[in-house]
C-alpha cells in the first residue's frame, strides 16, 4: 500500500515534540555529568541542609576503629583506684570479660584516642588525632564530664555542647569523608548516683571531687540536692538531644536512640572503686549496645 505524504501539520507537531523532548533531556544529561567524588563537601554541605535521602549504606563490618571521648572509653577506675585502664575499654579493649566493640566486629586494628576528663570541647582535636589513623569508624562518647562540674552553674552551656560536636563531625567529614561515626548518648549521672550512694567506699572517693555537681553531699535529700541532681539530669537530657539532633545532618553517623542514658546500671556494672564509672560488667553492657547497634540494618529510632 502506498504510503500517504506527511502533511505540513504533521512535520510541524514532530520537530516541536523533538525540541521538547531536547530540552528535557539535557538537563539530565548534564547531572549525569556532573563530579561526584566530592563526598567530603557533599557531607559538610548535609550539615548545613539537614539531612538527605537516601542515605548511603552503613558498613556494619568496619575493619578499622578509633575511639575518641572520655574516661568511660578509657576505662577509668574498672580495674584499680583513680586509673585509666584502657584493656577493658567497651570500644577497643582486648580483656576477654569485656569483649569489646571492636572484639565483637572482629576488627585487628583499633586506637583509643579518649582521655580522662575530656570535655566536648576537647572532642574536635581528639578526632584530628583519630583521623590520622584513618579509621573506618569512629566510636564518640563525650559529655559527662559537660555536667560533671564544681558546680551546676559551670555545666557547658548547650549552645556551646552542639558548636563543640558539630565542629568535630565536620573535622571528620572534611580529613575522612566515607569514614562512620557511631555516638553513644551521655549516661544518665542521676542513676548512677542513686546506685552508688549505698556504697561507703564509693562516697568516699566521691569526696575527692569525682563529679561534684550530681555527687556532692551524697546522701543530701533536701530540696536545694534535690533540684541540683535534678539540673545535672536535665543537662543530660538536652545534651543527648544535641547529639541525636546534630548526628542526623551526618549521613555517616549513627546515634545510639538513647540507649546508653536508657540503661539501668545496677551496683554489678559499677566500679568496685568509686561506684560511679562503670566497672567491667558495666563495660560489657556498653560493648553490646554499640555493637548491636553498629551491625543493626537500620539505625534505632
Request: aromatic share 6%; with cysteine.
Amino acid at each position: 500500500m502506498q504510503r500517504k505524504p506527511e502533511s505540513a501539520r504533521s512535520r510541524r507537531t514532530r520537530t516541536a515534540l523533538a525540541a521538547l523532548t531536547a530540552v528535557v533531556v539535557l538537563p539530565l544529561g548534564a547531572l549525569a555529568g556532573c563530579d561526584s567524588s566530592d563526598s567530603g563537601a557533599k557531607r559538610a554541605q548535609a550539615h548545613r541542609n539537614g539531612p538527605s535521602a537516601p542515605a548511603p549504606t552503613w558498613d556494619r563490618s568496619p575493619r578499622s576503629v578509633a575511639a575518641v571521648g572520655d574516661s568511660i572509653t578509657r576505662g577509668f577506675d574498672a580495674c584499680s583506684v583513680l586509673a585509666d585502664c584502657p584493656k577493658v575499654s567497651w570500644a577497643t579493649g582486648s580483656d576477654a570479660q569485656v569483649h569489646s566493640l571492636v572484639s565483637r566486629l572482629g576488627v585487628k586494628k583499633s586506637w583509643n584516642d579518649a582521655r580522662t576528663g575530656a570535655r566536648m570541647a576537647d572532642v574536635p582535636a581528639q578526632i584530628g588525632a583519630a583521623a590520622a589513623h584513618r579509621p573506618q569508624l569512629v566510636t564518640i562518647m563525650a559529655g559527662a564530664n559537660d555536667a560533671c562540674r564544681d558546680s551546676v552553674s559551670h555545666m557547658t552551656p548547650v549552645d556551646e555542647f552542639r558548636t563543640s560536636f558539630e565542629t568535630a563531625l565536620k573535622r571528620l567529614a572534611t580529613a575522612l569523608p566515607k569514614s562512620e561515626v557511631y555516638v553513644s548518648s551521655v549516661p544518665d549521672l542521676k542513676r548512677l548516683w542513686s546506685q552508688g550512694r549505698g556504697n561507703p567506699l564509693g562516697k568516699q572517693i566521691w569526696k575527692l571531687g569525682i563529679c561534684a555537681s550530681m555527687l556532692r553531699d551524697a546522701d543530701a535529700m533536701n530540696p536545694a540536692a534535690v533540684k541540683r541532681r535534678d539540673a545535672v539530669r536535665e543537662r543530660v537530657v538536652a545534651y543527648n538531644g544535641v547529639l541525636k539532633d546534630v548526628c542526623a545532618t551526618d549521613e555517616h553517623c549513627r546515634y545510639d536512640g538513647g540507649e546508653v542514658f536508657g540503661f539501668r546500671f545496677t551496683g554489678a556494672q559499677l566500679s568496685p572503686w568509686d561506684w560511679f564509672h562503670p566497672g567491667k560488667d558495666g563495660q560489657e553492657r556498653l560493648a553490646e549496645i554499640a555493637y548491636r547497634n553498629v551491625t543493626a540494618a537500620r539505625p534505632p529510632a
